[in-house]
């Protein structure tokens, strides 16, 4: 739960040990890594056909969604279950909003958000009174009763779903976004913000104090710092970005159905931190990535049996990654300066 | 009263026969988190497969004898299965990656299941002379649910007895207190911990069994099962016997009279009442009282 290798982390604790003008490697070599990433990133729809382009735009907004759970789960330790009701009420506003007032992705996004975060506040302010297993059931609850609401709830669709949501446009007046390499540079877009967000706030003073939360909850109260406000705060933005990932998901396959919400996706979230690293920010999204590839474009190559691959994964994944996939053990040349800690 | 109780009495022992069914089936998951400290996600696998072992033994007109082999055999396969999940869950320590491993596994169990019984839905007979009805109240209601409450009433004292008056119960519930301290005084606690979960998981295989004839069997029951159990296990209190006893009623309930009672929110009742439970009293409502939990 503690693994502190995060390029994020080592970033921020890099600060104390070095003098900050010099700009050794450990500092220069994540941003290259990083500016190289999104380079890569956004350069995908250049070089592959639309269903790869689809594909890649569902695992960057499934993995903010894993963001989201890391965040909680990872950082702050609070096991959860419950940010797919987040990502749906996100999804959702913003089907909602595109088929009622607008088809503006920037106005999706933050009515999606907007929506989220404050269904978040709600039964957040409830469910961070708990803490470990209990809260683990108290969030499997509200995921659960998130799920049922939009089946039975015959105004966003029930259990057929909400369809008919209209392309997305990104510039008022705009055209609609149907080509999948322009909806998928919005998606892009939508996730690195997220990210960025996700960044700031494990460096930010709240980031460490939920890291206090996660590795001594009570040294924390003992030091005189409430930690309900900070559960809560963690709570809501992890909330916010399940909700941002939500908004995007919608924009790229205009239709939300409750299977959105449903507990496959709850797991699939909370077991790909497990499988990139809990606590690094990195990991959780290679992890992410890695169970969409092996659930959807895998198993078409073995004839549907993603089921049977990814619990093989998981299994492999246990006995030979104990740090999840941002713990694996790198050469030792490519660790310098990793090791102080 | 006399005439809700008479229009509602068929509702009423429905949800006892489920609780009977969940407490089997739970019990199991309880134990094996009191005594190891290990959230087996694995468990509601467990239970599908003694269901199928009822469909692939017990065709057409099955007698009480051939039911019973099959019971035994389903307990022998949830023996098997919990050892092998004891043993590849004792080398990992902390709950999710446990969850991640267990979740695993239920995953290949689910595909390899399916793969075997095939997607549709497999239905499992109920013994001659407890396939027919027999007169509740003046309304006729199956043998067969009523058999199950009883023989999971004699599960649940026999279970209690076991823990608390006898020498290995003792053993069990030292080793949930301290661990250490059982193994300084010459005992293996790792054979004690293989062995709850071995009974554990046996008890789920029966359970899933026992449930057949009434929930059938097919791909994704081992899911709503799985939730089913670890609401029981919560609401009731994880690692105590009498919390699962009480979980177990109390969802059967909501289950069955909930529904037919408050039908316009009918899918909201059970984590309704889990989400209420779980605020009021965290640790469930009758948590135990030995176990050390970190």
Sequence with gaps: ?341 | MLSWLDANTASLLNGLALAAVLFLIAVGLSLVFGTMNVLNLAHGAVSLTGAYVGVALLGGQPTMGNFLVAVLIAAAIGVLLGGVLAAMTSVVDDHLRQALLTLGIALIAGDLLREIFGADVESVPAPIGLDGTISVMGNPYPVYRLAIIVVSAVVAGLLYLVLERTRIGAIVRATVADRAMVEAIGIRTSLVLGGVFGAGAALAAVGGLLAAPVLGAQPGLDDTVLLLALVVVVIGGLGSLRGALVGALLVGQVQTLGVVMFSEYASFLLFGAMALVLLIRPRGLLPARTAVHT
């Design chain 1, 1 to 341: 739960m503690s693994a502190k290798v995060s390029g994020v982390e080592s970033d921020s604790d890099a600060g104390y040990a070095l003098p900050p003008p010099r700009l050794s490697r450990q500092v220069v070599l994540p941003r290259v890594a990083v500016g190289l990433v999104i380079l890569v990133l956004a350069s995908l729809p250049l070089f592959l056909a639309p269903y790869p382009i689809g594909l890649a735009g569902r695992i960057l907004a499934f993995a903010l969604l894993v963001v989201s759970v890391d965040l909680l789960t990872g950082v702050t330790g609070m096991p959860t279950l419950g940010q797919v009701a987040y990502f749906g009420a996100g999804a959702y506003t913003a089907g909602l909003v595109g088929i009622h007032v607008t088809d503006n992705a920037v106005v999706q996004l933050a009515m999606g958000t907007v929506v989220a975060a404050l269904v978040a506040l709600v039964t957040g302010a409830v469910a961070v009174r708990t803490s470990g297993i209990v809260f683990l059931m108290v969030t499997l609850a509200i995921g659960e009763l998130a799920h049922q609401l939009v089946d039975s709830w015959a105004l966003v669709g029930a259990s057929n779903g909400l369809a008919g949501i209209p392309a997305i446009t990104v510039l008022p007046g705009g055209e609609p976004l149907l080509l999948a390499g322009f909806l998928y540079w919005w998606v892009l877009a939508v996730f690195l913000l997220g990210m960025l967000v996700a960044w700031l706030v494990v460096a930010s003073p709240l980031g460490r104090s939920m890291k206090g939360v996660r590795d001594g909850e009570q040294r924390l109260r003992a030091l005189g710092q409430q930690t309900y406000p900070v559960k809560l705060l963690a709570y809501v933005v992890a909330g916010a970005l399940a909700g941002a990932a939500g908004t995007a998901w919608a924009a790229q396959t205009r239709f939300v159905s409750p299977g959105d919400l449903g507990f496959d996706i709850a797991a699939f979230a909370l077991l790909s931190v497990v499988l990139g690293g809990a606590g690094t920010l990195w990991g959780p999204v290679i992890g992410a990535a890695v169970v969409i590839l092996v659930r959807d474009w895998l198993a078409s190559y073995v004839d549907g049996r993603g089921a049977l691959m990814l619990g093989l994964l998981f299994v492999i994944a246990v006995y030979t990654l104990p740090r999840g996939i941002a713990g694996a053990r790198l050469p030792q040349r490519w660790r310098t300066g990793r090791r102080a800690r």
